[in-house]
């Protein structure tokens, strides 16, 4: 464990925080210290430079000014460089954050319909999304916790199709949803229907075992056997069970085909491998590439399982 402690170490301060805090026995103060790096040193930093004088990242909202990438959906406009600011665990009272978030705020608006950031607008993914940054770095998002209640489908979850006629409900959609009403939980103590709302949707991860299907038990998708990092919009096992991780609930019964399906892909040198990285342009890479040991994945997969046994 120590070997595997040191690598995670080794890399940048948005890795190293969340080990001290997760895996070591590290004091608050010391993983304090190390989550102040953030604003100023690494991936971070960096990020935080790219934020264009307008408040977007790559001139737009969810897609940058220019779409001109072939390979996938552009991942540098100004959500996704935010939520990866999220991941890294910039500190929300920071002033490198308030900064960033009020230029945001102030200018930012959704190609959707043009309404302001921090309202949202129609599909429940991206309001998911818009919710976790908003209650992440103390932003009002009242409203658009209000319409996600409204908008959960019958089965238990949400799906961005539901406009276009689909009643039944995505493990994708569903999670972007559930880390938003768990970010606006911690932030707010959330309201009796988002706290409902959050525990009806679990309900339905868990009833499915975060992988097969309730009718039958087949499995969804095995690219959800396929660990990403950076996990954009989309689901697979170990972003489900860190989310569950997050809620700082016990371990339920039903998630341990999922559990052992993460324990199963650890290498023999004790990391985890990036398996299928989201085609797409990017600010910068994070990761060495698919196929090879990814510190995100290890950090995530260790927690996982640390909680799990924990339980």
């Known amino acids: 464990m120590q070997n ?27 993983v304090l210290k190390e989550r102040k790096r953030v604003a100023t040193q690494g991936w971070g930093a960096r990020l935080l430079g790219l934020q264009g004088a307008d408040g977007q990242w790559d001139g737009g909202t969810y897609w940058p000014a220019y779409d001109d990438d072939p390979d996938g959906q552009p991942w540098t406009a100004t959500t996704y460089s935010l939520l990866l600011l999220r991941d890294f665990g910039l ?3 920071s002033p490198e954050a308030q900064h960033a978030v009020s230029l945001v705020r102030e200018n930012s608006h959704w190609e959707e319909g043009n309404q302001l950031f921090f309202q949202g607008e129609v599909e429940p993914c991206i309001n998911g999304m818009t919710v976790a940054l908003g209650a992440y770095f103390g932003e009002d998002v009242d409203s658009v916790v209000e319409r996600l209640t409204r908008e959960q489908l019958a089965d238990g979850g949400w799906n961005c199709e539901a406009g276009r006629g689909s009643t039944r409900s995505s493990f994708h959609s569903t999670i972007c949803v559930l880390d938003g009403l768990l970010e606006f939980e911690l932030a707010t103590g ?51 069970l860190d989310y569950f991780r997050a809620t700082g ?34 600010h910068f890479p994070l990761e060495d590439g698919d196929g090879q040991p990814s510190r995100w994945n290890t950090l995530r997969a260790l927690r996982v399982l640390r909680w799990h046994e924990g339980s």
């Not at 040191?6 to 103060?29: C, E, F, G, T, Y």
């Not at 999922?258 to 004790?270: H, L, N």
């Open 91 to 93: 500190l929300p009272d």
């Open 249 to 282: 609930a016990a371990p339920d019964l039903r998630m341990a085909e999922a559990v052992e399906i993460v324990r199963s892909k650890q290498q023999p040198d004790g990391t985890w491998l990036l398996e299928n990285t989201h085609p797409g342009k990017v």
């Open 190 to 240: 959330g309201t009796p229907l988002s706290r409902a709302a959050r525990k009806t949707a679990e309900e339905y991860l868990l009833e499915r075992g975060l992988l097969r299907r309730k009718s039958n038990g087949g499995m969804i998708s095995g690219d959800w056997l396929r660990f990403s990092y950076p996990t954009r919009w989309f689901y697979d096992v170990l972003r489900g």
């Open 4 to 30: 595997r402690l040191d690598w995670l170490l080794d890399s940048d301060p948005a890795i190293r925080w969340q080990v001290l805090r997760d895996l070591s026995d590290a004091s608050p103060d010391e």
